[in-house]
């Protein structure tokens, strides 16, 4: 066997999302020796699941709450009969149990003298016109009421992915939005890895720093830039970090970016030698949290960082312009959103920005479908917004040399005119003859699409320029809009 | 050249000086569809139509940096290869995974550092640069191939991208023979044909005492039938379905002017007309405009304002009515009027003495998805090993079912 690794254990004091069999997940932290109620589905130990191996599912199967593991029977193709729903009618008597003789079973069932399928069985049988369902109708109403009587749970290992569904279904304003597959796409661009150093700003109560440490694995940093008293990263104890990956995340508070000229550290402000007590406890509680800032502003300062992400309820572009002297060359910058809307002004200040290259306003759209055996097809209900990420690289820009004279670029420009002419011609050749285009190249297609072609002219404007002509430019830019 | 140590090359991390060096792949940014890769080399040239760029001007430049050709007539940007890039820019050697579906595959899975993988196939490598980038530095990513020329081009790319370590490529027909793996890996991605007939020995391959996930790719929706009835003969769980599509948005800026600003304008051009006399009356006055008009490009693009060409000045310079000519737009551009007035033959005149003042209009920023958006791609299943998922599979369990008379002792 492979060894086991704690995090592939559910252990005690941990977080642990509970699937239940109507679907819907209930949050707990796991205490040893408790016991955890799922209300009607009845109630299990924390023992019996602690120190086990994530995956399973269980099975409450008598009154002392006892469980074992459960593996589905597998789900079957559905077998296609004669019948049709053509003599169905909606009949409250084709179910011959009574209502009372229902709740009997079900109290049978929470005291565990009954298994769910036990009752789901008993309510088939005495349905009287069972038989005359469709082959997919029969499976329906027996997934129907397994959900309501099967006493199944699984536990749910947190992690980016289920905790992020998990809000995104119960809260999701609470992480404004941010859907499994926009924050998949974040992580993407954001080429976040093992050993990287981070520069975010995150509203999103946590996730997605949660989901950028996940991906780091303990090695390298995450400098979280917050607001108010205290970072609200809510979401960080869902996941189960350890020690190491808890320490990758150091927050600094946008208020003590810069040492304020009054400022005092512990050291002019008390004389430790003279401390006894109480006193000296307090000095060294101030020192731990003064060491703390001026860690996090060293962090800031070094700058050099592997991106620059912010999902932010202020204004992006105020935050870009602080920020973006502290991302290296060739390195993402990610502003996510819950709406498109929000972002358009920053993508237009973006395109304005000489440090930014190419950016990119995106939406994801997600579809879900239920599929068994023979009964593949879309779930009824599709998801809202899911947000919207803008996304560019930052660059190093700086005046490229030697200018044009109006001669020589027009004569490029020729060129050029024909070039592209010819380059359509041979993509519209190409594209008649070749399997579709990838999904990529054909979004960007009328975006930058004529930047190269243009390179010219704007090279030649960017000549002339300096560094600062550019940069005051895009600031007074800023400041109109 | 240098006989200082370089700094080795990993497209699964950055470089901790960030400088481009001998041996390096870099990546030419022409435009987001003139994207190329080059390996530097001292004494090379990268040649494309705006001009050519000497290897050895880029090395020691920082990542990132705009370089101009050096005839001076165009320029790029030097960008640092990471796995998103060579999606962009690998070369084709079969359909390839995008970043919708390998981000969403990769989140999905819950692939992270540390982790042990198996792809297949590799075909052009697109996913296997991501994967290998997130499991580094100690995971490992096993990744199929049947075809061998594929093989090979694609063992010579990891190792120049500095992902032999993290990768080990076999050339095998894993429907036929399997992968060969017990108990190894935390994750399984299928983007073969018949993903089916991988199930079982994928089922083998994950470590047996701790939960894995399986994606399987596929484009058409009989290829699910087939695969969801193997997953669930072979007892995985929790099986899932999912889409996952991109849209890209073009983003336009358009100028919205009022009416009255608009007939301001009108006036101003009419009181130049009059100014300007004996060509303004006559007919080929009309023909010469549009001449002017279809004989140089840009005219056309100011008045309708394809904002997404990112050229700083031409939204402002940017629409007026539609109507409008190229002679009159300069005249509007250098219109005064600071409040517009309605009617006053003092305001034109008193706009040629003062300092001209432009009319801004008030600019609605908006998006646009392209007219020809990519659908659908493929269908992307999911499905979870369990601890429990080990042993036979369900026909297997059925046989011996109906062999002796069963009893199952619960599972502690
Ligand atoms: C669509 S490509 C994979 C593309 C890859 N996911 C990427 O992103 O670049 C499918 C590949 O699977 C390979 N293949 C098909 N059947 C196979 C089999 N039975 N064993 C191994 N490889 C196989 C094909 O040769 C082909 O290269």
Redesign the interface.
Known sequence: ??A?NPT?IINAGEHVFIKMPSDNVKCIVLKAGSSVSLGKFGTFKANDIIGH?????YEI?DRDSKT??Y???????VEETANNNREIVDDPTSQKLTLDDIKALKSEGLKGELTGEEIVNKLKESHTTFDKKTAYSQAKYLQKKGKKFHKVF?PI?P???SVNEYFYVKNPSKIRDIR??T???L???S?V????KLLVVDDTQGMIVS?LA??????GTILGLYDGDNPHYDIVKYMNFNQETLDTIKVLSWLRIHRPADEKTPDEMQDVTQLTGKDLEGYHRRLKAYNIVEESRKVLFEG?F?ALIVASQYQPESILEKLLPYV????PVIVYHGT?EAL??T??WM??CPDL??P???????????????R?HPEMSTWGTGGSLLTA??????P?????TKR?RLA?EKK??E?KKLKRAREEAESATS??????????????????V???E??TT??TMTDGDHES?SIK?AKQE | MSETAVEKQSFATYKKNNTIEEGDNVVMYLSKENMSIIRVKDGEYFNCKFGNYKHSDMIGLEYGTKLGSNTGRGFLFLLYPTPELWTLVLPHRTQILYIADISFVMNYLNLKPGMSMIESGTGSGSFSHSIARTLAPHGHLYSFEYHQERVNAAKKEFEEHGLSDLVTLRCRDVCKDGFDLENKVDAVFLDLPAPWEAVASAKKAFKQNKVGKICTFSPCIEQISRTVTALTEQGFVDIQMYECLIRFNEIRVIPMWTIDEAMEKQRAVEKKRKRAAPRVVRDDNNNNTQDEESSSGHINKSIKVEPSVDDSNLSSAAATPSSTTESEMEDSVSTTVSTPVIGSETTASASEAEPRERIEPKNVVVTRLPAEQRGHTSYLMFATFTPATQGPSLTETKAAAAAASSSSAPAK
Not at chain 1, 441 to 449: E, F, K, L, M, P
């Open positions: 066997m492979a086991l592939d191996a994530w995956g399973n599912s199967y074992r593991v593996h589905p029977e597998g789900i079957s193709e699984t290992k992690t980016a992915y499994m597959d924050l998949s796409q992580l993407s661009y080429n890895h093992s050993g990287c989901a996940e991906r780091m694995g303990g090695k050099n592997d290296a060359g060739s390195r498109k358009l002004e993508s237009t395109r304005k290259l190419a990119q306003l995106t939406e994801s759209w997600l579809r879900k479908s239920q599929v068994l055996p023979g593949t690289t930052k660059v190093i820009d700086q490229v040399q030697a200018a044009l020589e490029m050029n005119a070039a399997s579709p285009a990838p999904v990529t190249a054909a979004a960007a297609v009328g975006d930058v699409a004529d930047e190269a243009e390179g010219v704007e090279g960017a000549a430019r830019r």
